[in-house]
């Protein structure tokens, strides 16, 4: 079946107060122009879960503040100091989670389990105590999988089919994102068909992509990207 679909169509899927993944280490893997339809369409209420919050003005950082995000789910937000001064003033509720644990969240989900164990940030503001067990004789914190709504994710190359593969290090939590999310919307740098991509590089099947998109590559922002692509 063929996947693709008009930008705007595959963003109008989601709606007010959805969850959504958000596939991007810094600028590489970001969909930038999936992002930008988002704050487009003015969806609003919404949860995004990123390693981060890109930086001021671009990506996930131009939903956050047009208003249009109330969580962030996140690992680090420190190379942004408008989504900090959101936190601080308390207009963005965000929860941190180390960098690890956030992607093994999200695996788990994937994986189709509800929660893992683990003894990271124990002793720390990190872990509320109602969420410590013991375990053969330790403690351990329950860490609950992470789902979302919708996953949105930039690859190099997709096929008619939706199979996906990322460039270098613009892969980092797409692959996971694909798995635990509900719907994934993809854009993608380059369109082929079906077949073209050599099994061996496909680092997303087909069977977890709902939607495949262009991704207008002359937006400057990606200029940040890993490879520094061309438009």
């Keep these: 079946m063929d996947k693709y679909r008009e930008k705007a169509a595959a963003i109008a899927r989601i709606g007010d107060g959805a969850t959504i993944m958000v ?4 600028s590489p893997g970001t969909p930038f122009g999936l992002l930008a339809e988002l704050e487009r369409q003015g969806q609003r209420d919404l949860t995004i879960i990123k390693n981060d919050a890109n930086e001021a003005g671009i990506g996930v950082s131009r939903l956050i503040e047009a208003g249009q995000v109330r969580r962030l789910i996140t690992s680090h937000i420190g190379l942004n100091k408008r989504v900090v001064a959101l936190m601080n003033s308390g207009e963005l509720a965000v929860d941190f989670h180390p ?31 109602g969420d410590v067990i013991e375990w ?3 403690p351990a914190k329950v860490e609950a999988a992470l789902t979302a709504d919708f996953a949105l994710l930039h690859a190099e190359r997709a096929d008619s ?39 061996d590089q496909v680092h997303t099947p087909g069977a977890f992509v709902d939607a495949v998109t262009d991704a207008d590559l002359s937006d400057p922002a990606y200029g940040l990207m890993e490879g520094r692509y061309a438009p």
Excluded at 23 to 26: D, I
Excluded at 99 to 127: P, V
């Design 99 to 129: 960098q690890g644990i956030l992607a093994e969240k999200i695996r788990c989900a994937g994986a189709g389990c509800l929660a893992f164990l683990s003894d990271i940030g124990l002793h720390s503001e990190i872990t509320d105590p």
């Design 23 to 26: 596939g991007g280490f810094g």
């Design 161 to 199: 089919v939706g199979n996906l593969c990322y460039r270098a290090t613009a892969r980092n939590f797409s692959p996971l994102m694909a798995m635990a999310a509900d719907c994934v919307i993809v854009e993608a740098a380059g369109q082929v068909p079906a077949g073209s991509i050599d099994p």
């Design 136 to 138: 053969r004789g330790r």
